[in-house]
Antibody
Framework: EVRLEESGGGTVQPGGSLRLSCAASGFDFRTYWMHWVRRAPGKGLEWVAHITDDSSRRTYADSVRGRFTISRDNIKNILYLQLNSLRADDTAVYFC??????????WGRGTLVSVSS | SYELTQPPSVSVSPGQTATISCSGHDLDRRYTSWHQQRPGQSPLLVMYHDKRRPSGVPARFSGSNSGNTTTLTIIETQAVDEADYFCQVFENTTAVFGGGTRLTVL
């Protein structure tokens, strides 16, 4: 079964940091491009970051560039998102998703990040 | 940056047909996907390449793309279809989402 499972969310104060993980199973992780997408309370889906299969290229939304870093470990089959300098408007459920056939075809269950003092 | 526009809400009676639109400049030159998100759940791909249905998605779901508008159609709508629906395209490696449409089955 193809599966993505996020972890690492929690409550953090403004300015704090978190590292999210996304464990992949059931497919050849090292051959797929991957994304992080978030959904803030009362808002829609917002794309956050992308990484190619070999980590040669990474792209970020303007809202997170310079604060968030996407990475992956193709041996452990894990996708990461390092969140630094967190702000209240980063509060959201964060999802990892796989790219295939020019779409996001598999999504994880999400992990909640809450930024509050 | 590229933008996609959806109506905020659509209402339909059980058994009737729901139509959700998504508009963007020259949208027919891009592949559009549709993602369903029920309350408290993760998004689920229900349509890709404009009109291709992933395995497991009921045949009640169909898609089309013409000009600047992509449409997701659900015939014989059921209560289980009540959810937020997001259209999505890629702009290079960036995923662009529409604002989402809340489908209410009254």
């Amino acid at each position: 079964e193809v599966r993505l499972e996020e972890s690492g969310g929690g409550t953090v104060q403004p300015g704090g940091s978190l590292r999210l993980s996304c464990a992949a199973s059931g497919f050849d992780f090292r051959t797929y491009w991957m994304h992080w997408v978030r959904r803030a309370p009362g808002k829609g889906l917002e794309w956050v970051a992308h990484i190619t299969d070999d980590s040669s290229r990474r792209t970020y939304a303007d809202s997170v560039r310079g604060r968030f870093t996407i990475s992956r470990d193709n041996i452990k089959n894990i996708l990461y998102l390092q969140l630094n300098s967190l702000r209240a408007d980063d509060t959201a459920v964060y999802f990892c998703a796989r790219t295939r056939d020019a779409t996001l075809d598999v999504w994880g269950r999400g992990t909640l990040v809450s930024v509050s003092s | 940056s590229y933008e996609l526009t959806q109506p905020p809400s659509v209402s339909v009676s059980p058994g009737q047909t729901a139509t959700i639109s998504c508009s963007g400049h020259d949208l027919d030159r891009r592949y559009t996907s549709w993602h369903q998100q029920r309350p408290g759940q993760s998004p689920l791909l229900v349509m890709y390449h404009d009109k291709r249905r992933p395995s497991g998605v009921p045949a009640r779901f169909s898609g089309s793309n013409s000009g600047n508008t992509t449409t997701l159609t659900i015939i014989e709508t059921q209560a289980v279809d009540e959810a937020d629906y997001f259209c999505q395209v890629f702009e290079n490696t960036t995923a662009v989402f529409g604002g989402g449409t809340r489908l209410t089955v009254l």
